[in-house]
């Protein structure tokens, strides 16, 4: 996993609220076996049907910072979401409100969600309609977020911090534990259900 | 990979639900249901490939191999894993990293949940259904009103439902925006588990029941959030917009957006509207549809389809309207054809297809054309969830029989003046 610590970058002012992860990426998408690549995918309904989609405004090719309206991520648990938003270039992706399981998975696949206030995400993109060579900084180190005329905190726990930080896996983190989920399955009731 | 003896696989989401012995057509489905079949035989995990008795939804099969039981912790890569969360056990959808996690190491680090009662006190009416709760549920909460939750859902009008029933509900709580949901387990719970091929026999059950007991919430118990519903009131519901919190009673009307309070709520509504193409003030019984989809891991059950045959029998599917009947498992469809259900919906002009989650989404052949307009049994009405340019209402499984017979959304009772 890439480590993130402090990222700045152009951003996209995505005024929608309750994006579900079947618009950042179709299920048409999700058939494919391999874990890379899904940037075509990502928003490809309104990419492919509005022209004035802001994924489709040159202005904003490049960016990396994306900021959505509330409720962002709702929907299917597809890590998909994550890896098309990731493919595609964004870094970052600040918002109100996020849903649980995109957040986890977020998280967990190197792309850094924010929760800022919505009058600071308002403010956000009024800066980027107007103008879409701001740049947005994302400092995970410290915690905030800022731009020209903002300077906000944000609150990820220590634990998560570190781990994007350090660009570490999970799995791996676990299988320190070994010995203690050994323990916890000899405790197992013999009634419980084995597939086999 | 540490447990293939605590792992099961099926075959729900892209498969098609008929032909079943004809290639997958789709090039990219095919792989992946052949990828899927490879790793099961490398890893040695139990598969229900298309054309076994066992195959269907996985939310469909759990519960119904017994593999589901009350205390368990329930994981699965797909969202509506909360449907198991009906037997009292912790069940909730995990992504795909996560799976490769649970794989690897039959573990998985959280940090705890927030708590959610949900009651839902009285009788519900003759023609209102699990569905209709839930829908009202999420109308009332919101979208993202169950976010960090873990909801229970209890009072007279739940603990009076069935086993299919409350997996109904239960598999609604992600579109309240919950993780999970619950019920606690009682006799309506053990009797549906006693007998299935994985449930524990003889004084095993015993024993098993007397833990399965102990699994409610304490007396006096402090919720973090509570919700209070009265069954009375609600009668059948429907979803008008692209998110399921847009619903209505299906007496109502398309609301006017500029009833929202809320900007937000209201530029969602707008926007809602424009793509469903729906006027503000349309009594939501004139909406015509092109198309009824009755399945799904929500209402595929044998009770759904038997609620629902019970108001097709004898009648037709309206002019010009397609209607899909899709049993959530192979098993299921072998007892509804036992039942003589399956006769009942093909006499009537529907479709009678093989298990699977169809037109639940739009990964598989059964799709919508661009702006059909469907009642859907389903979970989610969002933009081209039943494919590109679909319009999807969420309806009960009453609701969506007496719609494919009128070829309007309706109740039941609208269908005795014909
Ligand atoms: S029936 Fe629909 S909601 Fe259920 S598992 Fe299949 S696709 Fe998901």
């Avoid at chain 1, 005024?15 to 928003?43: C, M, W």
């Avoid at chain 1, 004035?52 to 040159?58: A, E, K």
């Avoid at chain 2, 398309?254 to 424009?274: G, I, M, N, Q, Y």
Wanted: hydrophobic share 40%; aromatic share 6%; charged share 25%.
């Amino acid at each position: 996993m890439e480590k993130i610590d402090v990222h700045t970058g152009r951003a996209v002012p995505l005024r929608a609220s309750n994006v579900d992860t079947d618009q950042i990426i179709p299920a048409v998408y999700l058939k494919r076996v391999s874990r890379t690549g899904f940037e075509d995918g990502l928003f490809a309904g309104w990419r492919g049907s509005d022209p004035d989609f802001v994924l489709n405004r040159p202005e904003h090719s490049g960016a990396s910072v994306l900021v959505a309206g509330p409720d962002f991520g709702t929907g299917s648990s597809r890590e998909h979401a994550v890896w098309a938003l990731r493919d595609y270039g964004f870094r970052a992706v600040l918002s109100s409100r996020f849903a649980d399981i995109f957040r986890g998975n977020s998280l967990k696949g190197g792309l850094l969600t924010v929760l800022l206030p919505q009058e600071v995400v308002e403010k956000l993109w009024d800066m980027v309609e107007a103008d879409p060579t701001t740049e947005v900084t994302v400092d995970l180190v410290n915690r905030e977020v800022r731009a020209p005329g903002v300077q906000e905190a944000f609150e990820l726990d220590d634990y998560t911090r570190w781990r994007l930080m350090e660009g570490l896996d999970d799995i791996a983190l676990t299988l320190g534990h070994t010995e203690g989920i050994a323990g916890f399955e000899q405790a197992r009731q013999r009634w419980l259900p084995v597939t086999q | 990979m540490r447990r293939p003896d605590l792992t099961i696989a099926t075959e729900d989401h892209n498969v098609p639900t008929q032909d079943l012995l004809a290639p997958i057509a789709d090039p990219v489905s095919r792989k992946q249901v052949e990828t899927l079949r490879k790793n099961c035989s490398d890893f040695g995990v139990r598969l229900h490939p298309m054309g076994d008795i066992e195959q269907g939804v996985v939310h469909v099969v759990g519960p119904q191999l017994g593999l589901t039981q009350p205390g368990m912790t329930i994981v699965c890569g797909d969202s509506h894993t909360s449907t198991h969360g009906a037997f009292g056990a912790l069940a909730f959808g995990i992504g795909t990293s996560q799976v490769e996690h649970v794989l690897a190491t039959q573990t998985l680090p959280m940090a705890p949940f927030k708590t959610m009662a949900v009651t839902v006190n009285g009788t519900l009416r003759p023609g209102v259904s699990a569905k209709d709760i839930i829908l009202a549920v999420i109308a009332k909460i919101g979208t993202g009103g169950g976010q960090g939750y873990v909801i229970e859902y209890r009072g007279a009008a739940i603990e009076s439902l069935s086993m299919e029933a409350r997996m109904t509900v239960c598999n609604m709580s992600i579109e309240a925006g919950a993780r999970a949901g619950m019920i606690a387990p009682d006799q309506t719970t053990f009797d549906y588990v006693r007998g299935r091929a994985h449930a524990p026999k003889d004084e095993d059950f015993d024993a098993a029941v007397e833990h399965w007991k102990s699994l409610r919430t304490d007396e006096g118990a402090v919720f973090d959030a509570e919700v209070v519903l009265d069954a009375d009131e609600l009668s059948p519901f429907v979803t008008w917009g692209t998110n399921p919190g847009q619903g209505v009673p299906l007496d109502a009307s398309v609301p006017d957006p500029t009833s929202f309070e809320d900007p937000t709520a209201r530029a969602a509504a707008e926007k809602a509207l424009a793509y469903m193409d729906l006027a503000p003030g349309t009594p939501m019984r004139q909406v015509s549809v092109d198309t009824v989809f009755l399945g799904s891991c929500t209402n595929g059950r044998i009770e759904d389809l038997r609620t629902a045959a019970e108001i097709i029998r004898g009648r037709k599917v309206a002019d010009g309207v397609r209607m899909l009947v899709v049993p959530g498992s192979m098993r299921v469809k072998e007892q509804a054809n036992q039942e003589g259900l399956g006769r009942i919906f093909e006499e009537a002009g529907a479709e009678w297809r093989e298990a699977g989650c169809s037109m639940c989404l739009g990964m598989n052949p059964d799709q919508l054309q661009p702006g059909e307009r469907s009642a859907s049994t389903s979970n989610r009405n969002f933009e081209g969830r039943q494919g590109r340019g679909g319009r999807t209402h969420l309806v009960s499984p009453q609701v969506a029989a007496a719609t494919a017979v009128r070829g309007m959304l309706s109740s039941p009772a609208d269908l005795v003046s014909l």
